[in-house]
């Protein structure tokens, strides 16, 4: 069931199912997700499903959204995953989002994080978000500019030793 509809693509629930894990299991070791996001330590099929039932599924269940996987509507493409993420550390909601290697470059992470956004205010009522990022990711950092969100300084989440960008991102209404 798709949540998100945008021009290009989907976004839906993550399954507890072989695709969804493959498909994770592929974007976690993806080299621009360890050098941008981290290296979870995820290398088997199983692994992978673990890490969606804890961390997607938990969230889900927990805060009633968490990231989605995006897909493209004119074929099914598993193109990635995105959505919302609430950490220690942080006073709200922050948006997340994460491409295959092969789908970098094409604006599908921007329309992602437009319909992410768009999701957040109109149908979970959320009202401020943040983004964190890894130093020195600037095509994320424009990414995040280029929908709003300003520059809110660095911040260290609990139990991390790596100093991130921090952006903040207001309704319009509250801006």
């Not at 989907?10 to 981290?38: K, S, T, V, W």
């Not at 995040?144 to 991102?169: C, H, M």
Request: proline share 2%.
């Amino acid at each position: 069931m798709s949540l998100v509809q945008t021009e290009r693509l989907q976004l839906r629930l993550l399954r507890d199912d072989d695709g969804d894990a493959a498909a994770m299991l592929q974007l976690l070791n993806e080299p621009g997700f360890h050098e941008f996001i981290g290296d979870r330590g995820v290398r088997t099929l199983e692994q992978a499903r673990e890490y969606v039932q804890k961390h997607t599924f938990g969230s889900y269940a927990a805060n009633g959204f968490g990231m989605y996987a995006i897909e493209r509507r004119s074929d099914g493409a598993w193109l990635g995953n995105a959505g919302l993420v609430r950490r220690e550390g942080l006073p709200c909601a922050d948006v997340g989002y994460a491409l295959l290697g092969a789908y970098t470059g094409q604006g599908y992470a921007l329309e992602a994080v437009q319909g992410v956004l768009a999701y957040a205010r109109g149908t979970l009522g959320l009202g401020e978000l943040r983004a964190i990022v890894s130093q020195g990711n600037a095509r994320s950092v424009a990414l995040l500019e280029k929908v709003g969100f300003r520059d809110d300084g660095t911040v260290v989440l609990p139990g991390k030793d790596e100093q991130l960008l921090l952006f903040v991102n207001m309704p319009a209404s509250a801006a």
